[in-house]
Nanobody, 124 residues
Framework: QVQLVESGGGLVQAGGSLRLSCAAS????????MGWFRQAPGKEREFVAA????????YVADSVKGRFTISRDNAKNTVYLQTNSLKPEDTAVYYC?????????????????WGQGTQVTVSS
């Protein structure tokens, strides 16, 4: 079965960095666009960043542009989210998701498979 497993979350001070990873199994990773979303307590899940199946298209939310970078390594079936200059408002559970031949979609409804999430907490 398909599994997406996030890792790399944790507690960090404002201004710090974390590298989130999402390891995929049970699917042909190179055929899937990958996305990162986040959900803070009491808020809706929001788009963070996405990369197309080919890696040729990348989209990043305005709220994290210039601070977060998405990348993928098809040889390792893994997508990454490098988070820099973290702010307390970045505190959330971060989820990765997979969309078949996705082109870097912002809508969560486009994604078929989801991970369980990894907690990122940024202290001020």
């Amino acid at each position: 079965q398909v599994q997406l497993v996030e890792s790399g979350g944790g507690l960090v001070q404002a201004g710090g960095s974390l590298r989130l990873s999402c390891a995929a199994s049970g699917l042909t990773f190179s055929s899937y666009g990958m996305g990162w979303f986040r959900q803070a307590p009491g808020k809706e899940r929001e788009f963070v960043a996405a990369i197309s199946w080919s890696g040729g298209r990348i989209y990043v939310a305005d709220s994290v542009k210039g601070r977060f970078t998405i990348s993928r390594d098809n040889a390792k079936n893994t997508v990454y989210l490098q988070t820099n200059s973290l702010k307390p408002e970045d505190t959330a559970v971060y989820y990765c998701a997979a969309a078949y031949y996705g082109l870097g979609d912002r809508s969560p409804t486009r994604y078929t498979y989801w991970g369980q999430g990894t907690q990122v907490t940024v202290s001020s």
